[in-house]
């Protein structure tokens, strides 16, 4: 039973890891003319949440 406990927390944290990149996905807009959407400010707090799974 106590072998389970790490198979059990890595298909927690894959599923967390794919409910994060579906809304990390829903919030990138297309870019628009010149202005791209995608910015340096944005990429930074799309990468808080690996760094703090991590």
Do not use: R
Not at 4 to 17: N, T
Not at 28 to 49: R, V, W
């Amino acid at each position: 039973m106590h072998n389970i406990i790490p198979v059990v927390m890595a298909g927690v944290l894959s599923i967390y890891g794919l409910i994060v990149a579906v809304i990390i996905k829903g919030s990138i807009d297309p870019p628009n003319g010149n202005a791209p959407k995608y910015g340096l400010y944005t990429g930074f707090a799309h990468l808080a949440p690996v760094c703090a799974v991590v």
